[in-house]
């Protein structure tokens, strides 16, 4: 299994563009999750999805939007970057029935 | 906000010490959780243990929970120089949420 995968690794964008960062795993795992990662700071829940079809809102949603249209992938699309946006975005997955994520490799964005 | 409070918020020591770290928290959890980031890298899971749980082994790795005080323990034995990484606690509040603390950061020196 490749686990949770994410592209890009790496990505700058200006303000007011858009973009989509990849998500995807295959471990046939229900719930997924995005989190951002802010220098000296822990993460914190943008979104998340219990199932293909569903999904929630974490604790700074704002500016970001998701879709789970089938259980491996997990898209956030940023809408209108800016430079609040710039921080490295993580990618997470829990089997249903446990409580323990899988995280990726991780997204560095700038936003200039 | 931050639910989790981690201290100290960076810990260095010698190789074959032990680490302590520690996390509080503010509100009712299902469980507690201690993940490890290596720098640049995504975070993996190191042991959970349930609001029902004071006390849990993994190896090298023994964590303690007191829910009277919201507050949790890691403990790292005898410390190798890969155990160098951040240390974050997360309380999962239901709903498989999980809040972070904002994390150890532990130095092992040679």
């Known amino acids: 299994n490749a686990g949770v995968t994410q592209t890009p690794k790496f990505q700058v964008l200006k303000t007011g563009q858009s973009m989509t960062l990849q998500c995807a795993q295959d471990?046939?795992?229900?719930?997924m999750s995005w989190y951002r990662q802010d220098p000296g700071m822990g993460l914190r829940l943008i979104h998340y999805?219990?199932?293909?079809?569903?999904?929630d809102q974490g604790e700074v949603p704002n500016g970001y939007n998701v879709s789970r249209s089938t259980t491996e992938d997990f898209p956030l699309r940023l809408l209108s970057a800016a430079p609040s946006q710039t921080s490295v975005y993580f990618c997470?997955?829990?089997?249903?029935?446990?409580?323990?994520?899988?995280f990726g490799p991780g997204t560095r964005l700038l936003v200039l | 906000s931050q639910q989790g409070e981690e201290d100290p918020q960076a810990l260095s020591i010698q190789e074959g010490e032990n680490a302590t770290m520690n996390c509080s928290y503010k509100?009712?959890?299902?469980?507690l959780q201690w993940y490890r980031q290596n720098s640049g890298r995504g975070l993996v899971h190191l042991i959970l243990?349930?609001?029902?749980?004071r006390e849990k082994h993994s190896g090298r790795l023994r964590v303690t929970l007191d829910t009277s005080k919201k507050s949790s323990s890691l403990l790292i034995t005898a410390s190798r120089a890969a155990d160098t990484a951040s240390y974050f606690c997360?309380?999962?509040?239901?709903?498989?949420?999980?809040?972070f603390g904002q994390g150890t950061r532990l130095t092992i020196n040679p």
């Open positions: 999805s219990v199932g293909a079809g569903i999904t």
């Open positions: 509100t009712s959890i299902n469980n």
């Open positions: 997470a997955s829990t089997p249903q029935g446990r409580e323990t994520q899988y």
């Open positions: 243990i349930r609001s029902n749980e």
């Open positions: 997360a309380t999962d509040v239901g709903a498989q949420k999980l809040v």
């Open positions: 471990m046939n795992h229900e719930y």
